[in-house]
């Protein structure tokens, strides 16, 4: 599958590693980047996702998502993504995910977009349909900086995911170039996605960061032994 994430805003938290454990499908481990395991909150807008390398899904193939994951080690050292929850504005799509394993929801997802083009601010904004969660975040990219330190580039650079499906842990395969990065600083915080999750945090993201987008591509699922 070939899709396109667009204007991703990053926030992460730090979080200990045993509060985590139980979201980590049987055989996962939370992974520890400098010195704690990493509770995330992710907005992007999906562009274009097709199935193979075909021409993109019309409609359906172009939504907005924002998702709540963490950070896992397989049982072969293989780091990836838990996906806590992920809520998306197009029902087919939740359906089809939610058949295939993966927690989405079906939620008003909107992108935001505010200022020129010299203080421009991006964020999202979800308000679940069925369970009333909500969450707006607004953050403001330096985009004369790039983000190129070590917990920037591991807290994203993540290639590939852990799921459960039919009782069996499975590891989908991604690839994509390496973000564009820039540090952003946080203007707008109203956030029920973490506590609906069952993960507290404390205070604001320690880190905050901004993304223009990458092309990237699935691969065929694994099963974890």
């Known amino acids: 599958m070939d899709q396109f994430w667009a204007?991703?805003?990053?926030?992460?938290?730090?979080?200990?590693?045993?509060?985590?454990q139980r979201f980590m499908p049987p055989g996962v481990t939370p992974d520890v980047v400098d010195g704690s395991s990493w509770v995330g909150l992710i907005g992007f807008r999906m562009v274009g996702a097709?199935?193979?390398?075909?021409?993109?899904?019309?409609?359906?193939?172009?939504f907005t998502e924002i998702n709540v994951?963490?950070?896992?080690?397989?049982?072969?050292?293989?780091?990836?993504?838990?996906?806590?929850?992920?809520d998306a504005s197009r029902l087919a799509v939740v359906l089809a995910a939610r058949a295939g394993g993966i927690p989405y929801v079906w939620s008003r997802?909107?992108?935001?977009?505010?200022?020129?083009?010299?203080?421009?601010?991006?964020?999202?904004?979800?308000?679940?349909y069925r369970r009333q969660a909500t969450s707006r975040f607004v953050a403001?990219?330096?985009?004369?900086?790039?983000?190129?330190?070590?917990?920037?580039?591991?807290?994203?650079?993540?290639?590939?995911?852990?799921?459960?499906?039919?009782?069996?842990?499975?590891?989908i395969p991604n690839t994509h170039s390496p973000w564009p990065l820039h540090p952003a600083t946080l203007t707008e915080?109203?956030?029920?996605?973490l506590g609906a999750a069952g993960l507290r945090v404390e205070?604001?993201?320690?880190?905050?960061?901004?993304?223009?987008?990458?092309?990237t591509q699935f691969?065929?699922?694994?099963?974890?032994?």
Do not use: K, N
Not at 50 to 60: A, E, S, Y
Not at 111 to 125: T, V
Not at 189 to 193: K, Y
Not at 219 to 225: L, S, T
């Open 7 to 20: 204007d991703a805003v990053f926030l992460h938290w730090r979080i200990a590693a045993d509060a985590v």
């Open 50 to 62: 097709g199935l193979g390398r075909g021409l993109p899904v019309p409609h359906l193939g172009s």
């Open 69 to 86: 994951r963490l950070y896992s080690r397989g049982p072969d050292g293989t780091r990836g993504v838990v996906f806590v929850t992920l």
């Open 109 to 128: 997802c909107a992108p935001l977009q505010r200022g020129g083009d010299a203080q421009r601010e991006y964020g999202y904004d979800v308000v679940r």
């Open 140 to 171: 403001r990219p330096e985009l004369e900086r790039t983000a190129e330190d070590v917990l920037s580039l591991e807290l994203t650079a993540r290639f590939g995911l852990h799921s459960t499906l039919a009782g069996r842990t499975l590891y």
């Open 189 to 193: 915080f109203d956030d029920g996605l």
């Open 203 to 215: 205070g604001p993201p320690e880190s905050v960061l901004f993304s223009p987008g990458v092309q």
């Open 219 to 225: 691969g065929r699922p694994r099963v974890v032994g």
